[in-house]
């Protein structure tokens, strides 16, 4: 019972904190999964909302589970945007429930089919990091421009207006990926980190990639995937491994250490930034900056 009123207390006390905020802003309060996507939509509706990201920058969201407090934020939310393709795979109920009182917006929703990448025919096989391949991200985004658009008609001018900017952005560093990935093909390396996210950025850049783990970072890697994966470095005599943000070093660590004592020395290169954000104010604290900060380390690690 005091357990009860302990929570409930908390669920007040957010409330009220949340009420008095959206008081003073005046502005619409849209509430976003990760930070990734909580960037992109900053970018399409400008100053006409509040934009709130229920996972902070470092979070995993294949682990991430929903608190009193993310509970709290979702119920008041003017509008709900999540990505989808079970990325959020432990909030998927949640989404389910919401959709029968709230305004959801899942930004993966008509991405074809056939772009997708799949690892099974199960429905939650299917790869959710489409944001690394900027052509699939900037379709995802404008699905999400054109919702909010149906969701605020009045905020149509704008919404066209930031959209046409950011697009272009997205174009300029989509060819940016495809001029510096000819220098990686050429060099013969292939990307290779703790889990499988990048997938759709080797489809996309023409880039051999190789994970560890599988599509969620839920999965264990045995020792055959680590014995296989050892071999691949040195036959390819592949110059870095990758470390990520988001992920233990732990498995990616022991690939390092097999090449060592296989008599390959290879540099443990990273973090790199896959399904979160930096912090605010650093030069991977945007989408864009993210990106361009993987792409940096990654030349940098395995070109001469």
């Known amino acids: 019972m005091i357990r009860f009123y302990s929570i409930l207390i908390c669920v007040l006390l957010l409330s009220s904190c949340k009420f008095r905020e959206s008081e003073e802003t005046g502005l619409p309060v849209i509430v976003t999964t990760t930070s990734i996507l909580a960037d992109g939509i900053k970018k399409l509706v400008g100053e006409n909302a509040q934009v709130i990201a229920l996972m902070p920058a470092g979070v995993d969201p294949h682990l991430y589970k929903a608190s009193v407090r993310d509970l709290d934020l979702l119920q008041d939310a003017d509008l709900v945007i999540y990505h ?11 989404f389910e429930k919401l959709a029968f009182s709230k305004d959801l917006i899942n930004v993966s929703e008509k991405i074809p089919e056939e772009l997708l990448i799949r690892s099974g025919p199960e429905a939650h096989s299917v790869d959710p990091h489409i944001w690394f391949d900027v052509s699939l991200w900037k379709m995802a985004m404008q699905f999400a421009s054109e919702e909010i658009i149906v969701w605020k008609p009045e905020w149509k001018s704008t919404i066209e207006s930031n959209s046409t900017q950011y697009f272009q952005e997205l174009d300029q560093l989509h060819q940016e990926v495809i001029d510096k990935a000819q220098l990686l093909n050429q060099s013969q390396q292939a990307l290779i980190t703790a889990h499988d996210a990048f997938a759709y950025f080797g ?30 470095i040195i036959d390819r005599n592949i110059k870095a491994v990758f470390a990520e943000q988001t992920i233990s070093p732990k498995a990616i660590k022991a690939v390092v250490a097999g090449c060592e004592n ?25 989408y864009i900056g993210m990106f361009r900060s993987n792409i940096e380390t990654i030349f940098k690690s395995l070109l001469p």
Do not use: N
């Not at 051999?208 to 055959?224: A, D, I």
């Not at 540099?267 to 991977?284: I, M, R, W």
């Open 84 to 94: 989808g393709l079970y990325l959020e795979g432990k909030m998927t109920e949640i």
């Open 262 to 286: 296989a008599g390959h020395p290879i540099q443990l290169a990273g973090p790199l930034y896959t399904d979160s954000l930096d912090g605010p104010e650093t030069p991977a604290g945007t």
């Open 203 to 232: 489809k996309a850049y023409s880039i051999e990639v190789k994970g560890l783990q599988g599509l969620s970072t839920l999965s264990e890697p045995g020792l055959r995937d680590l014995t296989g994966l050892v071999q691949f």
